[in-house]
């Protein structure tokens, strides 16, 4: 089993939707969250981070993060055709080196 | 522009051949890292170096080699390609401890090995 368990998709949504991705965790150490976006054909950018339980909102986008089910999620509200992209979460123990460990990603596609 | 920089873009090699993948920043980041892209893989790390003068496995680290050339340049190679090396690979970097920033990518290399 994968440390980081992220649903592949694609998942389609007409434009406007309100557009949930998720991810599972194993590691109970993991104390930081992140949603990289990543276009076709580029490479991830961070889209926002997180830190502990809780949520954090940035415009559109919302993270939440459950670490009693080691679950984490990416809202996005009033999507739009431009949010479509590959997003992947990624996740960072507290002490020591930072290593990321990094879900597969979710395909986005968001229709006019 | 500050980033990390990849070179080349795109590059064809047939199997057996050699080849080094470039990686530059300039953000004085100390940690720099190698990662190859598959369909439904993911990200898997390759190799990574924490600081100037240090590098490790990542996992998947058979079949390459790094240089860690300075604190800027980590580059990977190739010595001997093979089919299962086609892959779209990512450079990034990172500040050790940092961990509210995470890790910037570069916009990849294409690498198809036929």
């Known amino acids: 089993q994968k440390e980081v368990e992220q649903d592949p998709g694609p998942l389609s949504v007409p434009e406007g939707a309100i557009v949930s991705l998720n991810c599972t965790y194993s590691?109970?150490?993991?104390?930081?969250f992140m949603w990289y976006r990543q276009y076709s054909r580029k490479g991830p950018e961070l889209l926002m981070y997180?830190?502990?339980?809780g949520n954090k909102e940035d415009g559109r986008f919302t993270a939440q993060v459950d670490k009693s089910s080691k679950y984490i999620s990416l809202f996005i509200r009033d999507s739009q055709p431009s949010d479509s992209a590959t997003y992947l979460c990624?996740?960072?123990?507290?002490?020591?080196?930072?290593?990321?460990?990094f879900g597969t990603g979710t395909r986005l596609l968001v229709s006019p | 522009n500050a980033g990390v920089t990849q070179t080349p873009k795109f590059q064809v090699l047939k199997t057996g051949q050699s080849m080094t993948l470039q990686c530059a920043q300039d953000?004085?980041?100390?940690?720099m890292y190698w990662y190859r892209q598959d369909p439904g893989m993911g990200l898997r790390l390759i190799y990574y170096?924490?600081?100037?003068?240090?590098?490790d496995k990542g996992e998947v680290p058979n079949g390459y080699n790094v240089s860690r050339l300075n604190k800027r340049e980590f580059s990977l190679r190739l010595e001997s390609a093979a089919p299962s090396q086609t892959s779209v690979y990512f450079c990034?970097?990172?500040?050790?401890?940092?961990?509210?920033?995470?890790?910037?990518f570069g916009s990849g290399t294409r690498l198809t090995v036929v």
């Open positions: 953000m004085n980041h100390n940690s």
């Open positions: 590691n109970s150490a993991f104390q930081y």
């Open positions: 997180t830190y502990s339980s």
């Open positions: 990034a970097s990172s500040e050790v401890y940092d961990r509210i920033s995470g890790y910037t």
């Open positions: 170096s924490a600081s100037e003068g240090t590098t």
């Open positions: 990624a996740m960072s123990e507290n002490t020591g080196f930072q290593k990321l460990v």
